[in-house]
């Protein structure tokens, strides 16, 4: 998972979860999920930038400039894979999501991360799976506290089959649910585990 480390290929290396932002010409920069924005004045040349995804950044600190909190030597990004939410309100919108367990490395948990635009997770995946989160309408949760609101992690692994030890983060887009998780004190998100069925992890808004 990304956090701060040591990286054997450069003196110090940050590595950040960040939201692209692009400014056109191949111009762009980061935005944290605190709202810090970082530039790259010094850019990799295989980073190709497309506004909203999300990407894992890998860099050191140059000295600042204006209109960024953070100016910045980028060695590489990673691009996320960045899903949606949605509200489901009838039994065929609910067919139509993802019906596969999940891989879930349970250490990793306290990787999740919410705020009130993106909700990030950690799972075991490949290319070939696609997520969603939604407000399920449609059946009772199982599980239940106030003032939280209740999420359903979906997925579907395009044919694979389960047992991928590789672990990638996966955000989500939370915008159109934003009405939903107003004045909530945060999450508690259904997770069908492939390891050990039906986990629900509260996790709290900054």
Known sequence: PACNDDDGDYPYVYGLITTVHTLGDKE??????????????????????????????????????????????LYRAEEIYTGPSAIVTTQEELDRQGGDC????????????????????YLLYNSKH??????????????????????????????????????YYVSFDLTPIAAELEGKKGVILGIETCENGTKHIKLDLP
Do not use: M
Request: net charge negative; aromatic share 18%; glycine share 8%.
């Open 130 to 167: 696609t997520f969603s989160v939604i407000v399920n309408k449609v059946e009772a949760p199982e599980q239940t506290e106030e003032g939280y609101l209740n999420l359903e992690l979906h997925h579907s692994a395009g044919g694979d089959v389960p047992g991928y030890t590789q672990g």
């Open 102 to 121: 999940a891989g879930f490395p349970a250490a990793y948990w306290q990787y999740f991360n919410l705020t009130p635009k993106w909700l990030t997770l």
């Open 28 to 73: 762009y920069y980061f935005e944290r999920d605190n709202g810090q924005t970082l530039y790259p004045s010094e850019k990799s040349a295989t980073f190709e930038a497309e506004e909203g995804k999300r990407a894992v950044i890998y860099f050191d600190l140059l000295e600042g400039i204006p209109d960024y909190d953070y100016n910045i030597r």
